[in-house]
């Protein structure tokens, strides 16, 4: 494969939390009150992956109905995928890779894009793209705080959102470090409660994140 080398630094998706919801949901109408709920736990974002049939269609509601959320489309693996999300409203795209085909599809739809990274020659090739923020994936699997701590020395101007493996027990750790930016996890929309309807459940497990992130200051650089 040949890369694509010296882009323009990729637009990073704004929002306010440090910590992003990676999100399966099953039916469409399970979206709206979710964003309600988080939003009310003090968290403006949600990554909705395509995981499920109803993650597009899901994309679409939160955007049309509650657009003071941040609703970002996660699991984007095919280029294609890249301007289906865009037009369903989605204001930034994630992956667990990133591949030549997803970056041009990104350029092309001006769209805002968090790439997969898992090893030190992935983020390399990622800062070459142009990207100065990528999701460490699967986290745990990666090495965890370890290969943060790690590439913090030789690969300094790069900031990461790990996810996979992240939890409310280890939250602190992951956002202390100085290249981390915002961490990702999916323990805040546990599927039982999201099937159950216990959006007041959400929002408390919302509301502990954000108080305890809230209390971490922001090391990494802006």
Not at 4 to 20: A, G, I, N, Y
Not at 34 to 47: C, N, P, S, T
Not at 187 to 209: C, H, M, N, S, Y
């Amino acid at each position: 494969m040949k890369l694509m080398t010296m882009h323009p630094t990729f637009e990073r998706p704004t929002f306010q939390s440090r910590v992003v919801p990676v999100i399966v949901i099953t039916h469409p109408d399970q979206a709206v009150p979710m964003a309600h709920a988080l939003l009310e736990g003090g968290i403006d974002v949600m990554e909705i992956t395509l995981r499920h049939a109803a993650g597009l269609p899901a994309i679409e509601l939160v955007a049309k109905h509650v657009p003071q959320m941040v609703v970002g489309a996660g699991t984007v693996t095919r280029a294609d995928e890249m301007s289906r999300v865009q037009a369903a409203g989605a204001r930034f795209a994630l992956s667990p890779g990133v591949t030549d085909a997803l970056v041009q599809a990104a350029i092309q739809c001006k769209m805002p894009f968090m790439p997969g990274v898992m090893t030190p020659g992935e983020v390399m090739a990622a800062r070459d793209y142009g990207f100065s923020l990528v999701k460490l994936f699967p986290a745990a699997q990666a090495g965890g705080l370890a290969m943060l701590k790690a590439m913090a020395g030789p690969l300094g101007d790069m900031q990461f959102c790990p996810t996979g493996g992240v939890s409310v027990a280890n939250m602190s750790d992951f956002l202390q470090q100085s290249n981390v930016a915002m961490i990702g996890g999916s323990w805040l929309t546990p599927i039982d409660l999201v099937e159950q309807g216990k959006w007041q459940e959400i929002t408390k497990l919302a509301r502990e994140a954000t108080k305890l992130a809230n209390t971490i200051p922001l090391k990494a650089k802006s």
